[in-house]
Every structure is written in structure tokens, then in C-alpha cells.
């Protein structure tokens, strides 16, 4: 095999001076003529072999956009259109304002991440409130970064386009703002629609695809790609090879099953256990899509006919921290616990479904801070797990607020998500200035 192009450990390159070598080496062969650093030929010699490693590289960079693993940019996208897989748009971000007018004296208003707003014309464009926003009368306008519910350019719009907030969402999260009345615009356009996802992201997705359809892979596959999913467990109590059967391995295949037979008529359920991110709501909620509806959709895509999902939202369990944090002299302890509480919320946003929320992870994310000095009874705090959604594996019993023991982990059951708001009243930190 040739010891460069294509071999058996990948594509080698052919380096420069091999190129050069080789050409002065023909012409020596053939010419016997004077080639050394000042011939003219061989300068003729030099710029044919660049020319040459330059085709190389090109080859090069065509074999590996054969390959989900080493292909980038429009190679990359011919490989996922070929397994039907296209690169997604982005979500569309900008600010918008909230003004708050007949505000109680001494009152404070607060609006909820997650907040609605929309477009006041047809199509309708929602968007959702990534951070809070507190509001009174020392205080009655607040900016707010906001993201679309949606992807693609559609949701880039322009100045003073973001005009109401969602009359169903406000019924539900800011009825009790009356008398006071709540008004929001965006100052300035939302743009990044028309973004990409990058290559990175690309490739991620490409790489898990399931090449296989009615399966427990395809089904994962669709329901994490619906916008708004953040992790997603399948439980199928009854497909795949019961083992434990006394008759497993004792008859034909296909002349019986190999689980426990249904009835006659008797339909087929698997559970769809569903994490979600809050900016979306579980049901159809104005003009917000629901989570539930969405994927509803995405699962009758890939389902075989007659086995039917039951599809289940995840305890999304609330959780915070109680400590004491020694600063140095002249921190500001406002901007430091503004700090540790975005890495905390960026930590335990990154937990799947079952993860626990290690303790020894908290007192990183409070020592690894600059101007931290120490630490001092931290306690894990969690909010009681909902009932009633789905019941496979263990899930410990909480009837009240669980503060753990210095040290301790939340444990989290398989059904449930730990999430973390740094406006939870579940976080109580105390700043002492060294």
C-alpha cells in the first residue's frame, strides 16, 4: 500500500519537501542540470511543488468530509441531508422592557423568568423572558433579555414590535399585579434567527441519530429534538426478552412470545417520561405550543400502529443552598453572590434526569470564585417531589422542604430533575466580609 493518500491509518499527507524532492529528482534523472538554490529551475521546482501540496490538502480535506466524525461546514450538511438529519436554525434573542404604571407604595412586582411576550400583529411571534425582573415605584422600568419559542428568521423583529404580554400567561403568573397595570416593548430588534447551529452541535446530533425505525432509539431521538426537551427516559415494561420467564429458551421462536401475553384487543402503552425547559409551558398555553402537544407529535411520527405512548412530564425538583460565604475585604458581595448563584444555575442546568446535585460540585462552583475566602455550614436544600405522574423506579418520600446534612447529596429518583432559579426562596446565603 502507498505510504501516502489513503492508507490504512487514514489520509496521509504528502509534506512539501517530499513534493520538492521528488520533482528535482525526476529532473536530475532526466536533465543532469545544476539545481541549487539559485537555479532557476529549481525555483520553477519550488512553486510546482507548493501548487502540488496544495492539491494535497484538498485531497485531504475531501476524504475526511466522507465522515460524520472528521467533515465540517456544507460537507458536513450533504452527510446529514443524505440519513434525512438538517441543520437547525437558531433562536432569535434581543431585550425587551417592562414598565410598570399604579404600583403600591412599598410593593415590589416581580416578572417571572419564562414571562410571554408577543407580537401584536398576525403571525403572532412569542417570546420568553430568560431572567427576572423586579419592579415598584423607586424602580418602574426593567430590560430583560428574551428568546423566541421557536427557531428560524421569522422571530427576528424589529424595534418596538414586542408590545404584549400573553393575556393567558398573565392571568396565570401576574394576576395579582392589579391594581398596577404591566406594559413591555423591545428597544431595540431581535436578531439571530438566521443563525446556524454550529458544526459541533451538528456533528453531536449526527453522530446519536438512530438508523433504525419503531424503536426505543428513534422515539428518543424525535422527542429530543423537539424544541424545549431537556432529556427524555423511556420505560417499555413489556418489549424486548424477558429472561426471567420459566419457559425462556424452551420453545420456537416466533410460535410464542417471549414476555407476558396481553389480552385480546388489549392496547399497548410505553411510558415517555419528559424533562423540560421552563420557557415552554407543559400544554398549549396562548400562542406557545405546548410541550406535551409537540411531542405528542413527534412520537406518532416514528410509533409502530397500535403500541401507543403515554406521555408523562418529569418532577422538576427545585433546589437551592443555605450557607454562610467569607469574602475578602472590599468584594462586592452583591456582584460575588450574583456570580456563584449563575454558576450554580449553569451547573445543575446541565444534570440529566436521575443526576444528583453533588455536594463537593456546590462548593466548587462557591471556592473556585474569586475573592472567596471560605465556606461555612453549607446545606443542599430541595423542594418535595409531585406525586401522580409516573411510578417506575424508587423515588425517596418528602412531605416538606429536605435541608441535607453538611456534606450530604440531593439525591435525585430516576423521574426527577434538579433546577435551580437564582430568585428561588430556597437560597439563603449570608456574605460576611473578612
Not at 537555479?39 to 485531504?60: F, I, N, Q, T, Y
Not at 388489549?266 to 406535551?292: C, I, K, M, N, S
Not at 450574583?338 to 446541565?350: E, N, V
Request: charge should be negative.
Amino acid at each position: 500500500m502507498t505510504e501516502y493518500g489513503v492508507t490504512e491509518e487514514g489520509f496521509v499527507l504528502k509534506p512539501f519537501d517530499i513534493l520538492l524532492q521528488e520533482g528535482v529528482d525526476r529532473v536530475k534523472a532526466v536533465l543532469g542540470i545544476d539545481l541549487t538554490s539559485t537555479s532557476p529551475v529549481r525555483k520553477l521546482l519550488e512553486v510546482a511543488a507548493h501548487e502540488d501540496a496544495e492539491v494535497w490538502k484538498l485531497m485531504e480535506d475531501l476524504y475526511y468530509a466522507n465522515f460524520v466524525s472528521t467533515a465540517y461546514g456544507d460537507a458536513l450538511d450533504l452527510l446529514g441531508e443524505d440519513v434525512g438529519l438538517t441543520r437547525r436554525d437558531l433562536f432569535s434573542e434581543g431585550t425587551v422592557r417592562f414598565t410598570l404604571a399604579g404600583a403600591a407604595p412599598g410593593r415590589s412586582y416581580v416578572v417571572p423568568e419564562g414571562t410571554i411576550v408577543t407580537t401584536a400583529t398576525a403571525p403572532v411571534r412569542a417570546f420568553a423572558t430568560t431572567a427576572a425582573a423586579r419592579l415598584g415605584t423607586t424602580a418602574p422600568t426593567a430590560d430583560v433579555t428574551v428568546a423566541a419559542v421557536d427557531r428560524g428568521d421569522t422571530y427576528d423583529r424589529g424595534k418596538d414590535t414586542l408590545t404584549v404580554v400573553d393575556p393567558l400567561w398573565q392571568q396565570v403568573y401576574l394576576g395579582d399585579f392589579a391594581p398596577a397595570t404591566l406594559t413591555v416593548t423591545n428597544p431595540s430588534p431581535t436578531t439571530g434567527g438566521a443563525r446556524r447551529e454550529s458544526d459541533e452541535v451538528y456533528r453531536a446530533r449526527l453522530t446519536g441519530l438512530a438508523r433504525d425505525l419503531w424503536t426505543l432509539d428513534s422515539v428518543r431521538q424525535e422527542v429530543l429534538d423537539v424544541n424545549g426537551v431537556v432529556d427524555v427516559v423511556l420505560s417499555d415494561p413489556l418489549g424486548g426478552v424477558d429472561v426471567s420467564q420459566s419457559y425462556f429458551d424452551m420453545f420456537t421462536f416466533d410460535q410464542r412470545q417471549f414476555s407476558t401475553e396481553r389480552h385480546v384487543g388489549e392496547p399497548y402503552f410505553f411510558d415517555v417520561l419528559v424533562a423540560h425547559d421552563y420557557q415552554w409551558p407543559w400544554r398549549t398555553t396562548g400562542p406557545v405550543p405546548g410541550v406535551y402537544e409537540r411531542v405528542s407529535a413527534a412520537v406518532d411520527r416514528v410509533r409502530p400502529v397500535g403500541v401507543h405512548a403515554n406521555i408523562v412530564e418529569a418532577n422538576h425538583i427545585e433546589t437551592g443552598v443555605r450557607a454562610t460565604v467569607i469574602v475578602e475585604a472590599g468584594s462586592d458581595s452583591s456582584a460575588l453572590q450574583s456570580a456563584i448563584l449563575r454558576r450554580l444555575a449553569a451547573d445543575i442546568g446541565g444534570l440529566r434526569l436521575g443526576g444528583d446535585v453533588r455536594y463537593s460540585h456546590v462548593m466548587a462552583a462557591f471556592v473556585e470564585q474569586p475573592g472567596v475566602v471560605d465556606v461555612q455550614q453549607l446545606h443542599l436544600r430541595r423542594c418535595p417531589l409531585a406525586f401522580g405522574r409516573i411510578t417506575f423506579g424508587a423515588v425517596p418520600h418528602q412531605t416538606a422542604v429536605v435541608e441535607a446534612a453538611v456534606g450530604e447529596n440531593l439525591v435525585m429518583g430516576p423521574t426527577e430533575l434538579a433546577v435551580l432559579q437564582p430568585e428561588s426562596v430556597l437560597i439563603d446565603l449570608t456574605v460576611v466580609v473578612r
